[in-house]
């Protein structure tokens, strides 16, 4: 069984409770309060300005030139596809630059890059590939499987044919890829420690419908 098989059979529960959660049943249905999209929105311009670093030291990891090569194409992708993405939708709700640039990340967007970022510094394009994969390919399931809804509110019909579209599906393919073609390369030792890091973030992914959903902030204490 190829090692993204086993990985995709190891979040099979939370990958099904991730798509049940109400965040992304409120999308499908039209029903999310523009409020919790508007949470979502600032902690992933956050999440994503993480993510793209996270793919940056995966191209200088990369030991291969060509993996680096497109390690460096992804960052761009990133910047230019989801960013820009979420530009217009912070446009469409009245967000402004500078409120992007001010936002403290709430607790669980914090843990989910720093856990990203700690898999990224100690370890190889391996490791790397490992966290960041559920991102591309839980929201393509996701993207797949809402294909069919057209809710009323643009902004959610859009997020959902941005995420199930053959274009992303290509960008994922190839991140498998990649990550089947390191797990041949490396030890045991290795290849337990990329599936940790693989369930760690799909854990992180169903927790950040949830900080959305519940508009998850630090404690005040007061
Ligand atoms: C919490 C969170 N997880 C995943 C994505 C989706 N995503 C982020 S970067 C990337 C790959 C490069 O385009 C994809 C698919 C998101 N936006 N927010």
Redesign the pocket.
């Known amino acids: 069984m190829k090692f993204s098989d086993q990985l995709r059979e190891a979040v099979e529960v939370s990958w099904e409770a991730s798509f049940n959660h109400p965040f992304v049943q409120g999308i499908a249905k039209g029903t999310l309060p523009l409020a919790c999209f508007r949470h979502y929105l600032l902690n992933?311009a956050y999440?994503?300005s993480q993510?793209a670093r996270v793919q940056a030291l995966g191209a200088a990891k990369a030991e291969d030139l060509a993996d680096s090569n497109r390690m460096a194409a992804?960052v761009q992708?990133?910047y230019n596809?989801?960013l820009s993405l979420h530009e217009k939708f912070a446009a469409q709700l009245g967000i402004t630059h500078e409120q992007i640039i001010a936002f403290e990340p709430s607790p669980t967007a914090y843990a989910?890059t720093t856990h990203m970022m700690s898999a990224a510094y100690s370890g190889h394009l391996g490791d790397i590939i490992a966290a960041?994969l559920?991102?591309?390919w839980?929201?393509?399931e996701i993207g797949e499987r809402l294909q069919s809804y057209t809710p009323d509110e643009p902004i959610y019909r859009e997020w959902i044919s941005a995420?199930g579209g053959e274009g992303?599906r290509v960008?994922v393919d190839e991140q498998i890829a990649r990550l089947d073609k390191i797990a041949d390369q490396v030890s045991e030792a290795d290849r337990a420690r990329m599936k940790r890091h693989f369930v760690i973030s799909s854990h992180y992914?169903f927790k950040?419908w949830e900080m959305a959903y519940t508009h998850e902030q630090w404690p005040t204490y007061s």
């Open positions: 992933d999440y994503l993510f992804h992708s990133t596809a989801e989910y960041i559920p991102c591309y839980l929201y393509h995420y992303f960008l992914e950040f």
